[in-house]
C-alpha cells in the first residue's frame, strides 16, 4: 500500500462514524535526553536555562512521511544557585563523574521550575502545531532524593491540507463540509522521581477527551483525541571513574494500541562524548551519538532502522537536536543530571 493511500484512508476513518484509535502524538528517539518533551515535571530541575531545538524526519524514502520539529526550554525559579543538589553540578574544575560527588550528593530544597515548548508535526495532508507552557514543584523527600509534579497547559491547531487530497473524483461529497483546522485546549501532567544516579517518572498527554473531525456534518464527527501515558526509570551506573553505562525503559500507552516498550543503553566519557543504542518493540533498533562543547552547546543524533513492515520502502528515521545551557554558572560541561 501507497503511504501517501494511507494518509487517505485515515482521513476518511475520521469523516467516518467510527472513533479514530491511534498515537496522534509525534514519537522520539532521543527523549531520554529531553524527558521535558514528555514530563511537565522536569521544568526547572536544572541550575540553568536548559534550551533544545530538534527535528525528526520519520522514515526516509517515503513520500509525505512524518516529520516533526520542536522547541522547548524550561528554568527554575529563583536567583540562587544551590551546592551538590539537583539544581547544581560540581564545580569549575572538577570531575562531573566523580565517585564522590555522587557518594556526597544531597537533595534540593523544594523550588518552582517552568518552561515553555512548541511542537510541529506533519504527516500527509494532516499537520498539527502545539504550543503551552509549563510548571512543576519540586519537592524534597530526603536527604538524596526529590519528587517533582508538573503540570502543562497549551493550545493545539490540527489542520487538513485540503489540496492534497487528490480523489478519483473531484466532485466527492466527501469533501463537501470541510473543516480545514481546529484548535483545542490541551493538559498534560507528569510526576518525577530522581536522585543522584537514578530517575523513575509517569506523565500523561492529552488528557482533556475533545471530539476531532475534519467535518461539519454532525453525523461523522465521532473522532476524539485520546491520552497518551508513559512509564520510565533510569540508573546510572559508573565503569570506573571517566566512563559510565546508563540503562533505562520506558513503557507507552495509547488507548486502541498494544504497549509500547522502548530499552536504551547509553556509554558516556567525562560527560563530554557518549554513544547509545535503542531498541522499539516491533518498531526499530536505534544508534545514537553526542557531544558537549564547553558549557554552552550539546549536540546528539539518532538513526533509527525501521524493522516493522515499512522497511521495505524506507530506509530509516533520522533525527538531530541541539542543546543549550543558558546562565550556566558553574561552567560544567553536561547538559542533565548523572543519570541522563
Do not use: C
Request: aromatic residues 14%.
Amino acid at each position: 500500500m501507497q503511504f501517501k493511500t494511507y494518509f487517505y484512508l485515515l482521513f476518511f476513518t475520521i469523516l467516518a462514524a467510527t472513533p479514530l484509535f491511534a498515537q496522534q502524538r509525534p514519537q522520539y528517539t532521543q527523549y531520554i535526553f529531553n524527558n521535558y518533551l514528555l514530563n511537565p515535571a522536569l521544568s526547572g530541575i536544572e541550575n540553568y536555562m536548559d534550551v533544545k531545538v530538534g527535528h525528526r524526519a520519520q522514515w526516509a524514502g517515503i513520500e509525505n512521511a512524518p516529520k516533526t520539529s520542536f522547541l522547548s526550554a524550561h528554568w527554575n525559579l529563583g536567583a540562587d544557585y544551590l551546592w551538590k543538589n539537583p539544581l547544581s553540578l560540581p564545580e569549575k574544575g572538577d570531575d562531573p563523574m566523580s565517585r564522590s560527588y555522587t557518594q556526597n550528593y544531597t537533595s534540593s530544597p523544594a523550588h518552582h521550575g517552568m518552561g515553555i515548548m512548541a511542537v510541529s508535526d506533519k504527516a500527509g495532508p494532516i499537520s498539527r502545531f502545539d504550543a503551552g507552557l509549563t510548571y512543576a514543584y519540586h519537592l524534597q523527600t530526603g536527604g538524596a532524593s526529590n519528587l517533582a509534579v508538573g503540570v502543562y497547559a497549551g493550545l493545539s491547531r490540527i489542520a487538513l491540507d485540503v489540496n492534497a487530497i487528490k480523489l478519483e473524483n473531484d466532485g466527492d461529497p466527501a469533501l463537501a463540509n470541510v473543516l480545514a483546522s481546529q484548535f483545542k485546549p490541551d493538559v498534560g501532567i507528569g510526576i518525577w522521581y530522581y536522585g543522584a544516579r537514578f530517575f523513575a517518572g509517569a506523565s500523561a498527554q492529552q488528557i482533556l477527551p475533545m471530539r476531532l473531525a475534519f467535518t461539519k456534518d454532525a453525523n461523522y464527527d465521532d473522532g476524539k483525541t485520546v491520552p497518551h501515558f508513559f512509564l520510565t526509570s533510569g540508573y546510572r551506573l559508573s565503569v570506573d571513574e571517566e566512563i559510565s553505562a546508563i540503562p533505562s525503559v520506558m513503557l507507552k500507552r495509547v488507548e486502541g494500541l498494544p504497549i509500547s516498550f522502548d530499552a536504551n543503553i547509553k556509554f558516556d566519557y567525562k560527560d563530554k562524548i557518549w554513544i547509545g543504542g535503542s531498541y522499539r518493540k516491533s518498531d526499530s533498533f536505534s544508534a545514537m551519538l553526542g557531544f558537549n562543547f564547553k558549557n554552552l552547546v550539546n549536540f546528539t543524533y539518532a538513526y533509527d532502522l525501521t524493522t516493522s513492515g515499512l522497511r521495505t520502502i524506507s530506509s530509516g528515521s533520522h533525527e538531530i537536536v541541539l542543546g543549550f545551557q543558558l546562565a550556566n554558572a558553574y561552567e560544567v560541561f553536561s547538559g542533565g543530571r548523572y543519570w541522563r
